[in-house]
């Protein structure tokens, strides 16, 4: 049902994808994950979504949580490559405000 | 709603638990299956109120008896997947307590909130979210217009 694979890329940002739907239940994971990596010093990271067919409003608390635990350890976390599904709920709860989707997942620390 | 006109209506019955998640997609997709004229936006806003509203029930109108697993066995909630000229619709009914909720009143929290937003995302989703109590059961009924077609 979901994935959630992931990568440590170059100049320490940590990628995370996850592959299906992030729902109330597979959210806890997401939210579990991004911490583990700031805790283990890895406080840039990009969720590359281009892959996560759904979202729900669990799932974009996991977000929300995991950017402010980021942003805590002086790291930020971004979105990149949203799909249709993903954009749609980030446009309608305004959240496209404060994590403004990347187009790509090499360049989403670029700006 | 008018009953819908092209096909039957899909119909399942679930325990009332975040598990039976699971079940609601194939149901989607059977609608989706019957019905492929329907944008993918369309489809996408009823998904997302589906499921909001779907979690809403279980984690509150269920809430009061969760320590009782026999208790819990005997809560079902039953979903309705239509399609006629007027859009796509769902109708869950459940016989947990009764909601408290104004649907007017609800709004989408701030962009710190990390929960709260359920019921605010599925009224942003549809055209129409209506809740009522009938004979001691709960009535949920969505729905999202569809573009006429051409």
Redesign the interface.
């Known amino acids: ?1 979901i994935e959630y694979d992931v990568s440590n890329g170059e100049d320490g940002i940590s990628v995370i994808a996850p592959r299906g ?1 992030v ?3 597979t959210a806890r994971r997401l939210k579990d994950l991004i911490a583990e990596l700031v805790a283990g010093g890895s406080a840039r990271l990009v969720i590359d979504m281009s892959e996560t067919t ?1 979202l ?3 799932g ?3 977000l ?2 995991g950017l402010k635990t980021a942003r805590q350890a002086g790291g930020d976390l971004r979105i990149a490559r949203p799909s ?2 993903v954009q ?2 980030l446009e ?4 496209d ?2 994590l403004q989707p990347r187009e790509s997942v090499t360049g989403a620390f670029d700006a | 709603m008018p009953e819908p006109s092209a096909t039957e209506a899909i119909r399942v019955s679930v325990p009332a638990g975040l598990p039976s998640l699971d079940l609601v997609y194939p149901a989607l997709e059977q609608l989706w299956e019957a019905h492929d004229g329907v944008p993918l936006r369309e489809r996408m806003r009823l998904e997302t109120a589906v499921v909001e509203i779907f979690v809403n029930i279980v984690q509150h109108a269920y809430r009061a008896d969760r320590a009782d697993p026999a208790e819990q066995d005997a809560r079902r909630l039953d979903l309705v997947l239509a399609a006629s000229d007027a859009g796509i619709e769902a109708t869950f009914s459940d016989n947990g307590e009764p909601a408290e909720i104004d649907l007017s009143q609800v709004t989408m929290p701030d962009t710190e909130s990390e929960s709260g937003r359920g019921l605010a995302m599925a009224l942003a989703a549809l055209d129409d979210l209506s809740y009522e109590r009938i004979g001691g059961r709960n009535r949920w009924h969505l729905l999202v217009r569809t573009p006429p077609a051409a």
């Open positions: 049902m739907r729902t109330v239940v759904f729900d409003s669990s974009l608390g996991a929300i949580a249709e599904a749609m709920v309608m709860t305004n959240i405000k404060v």
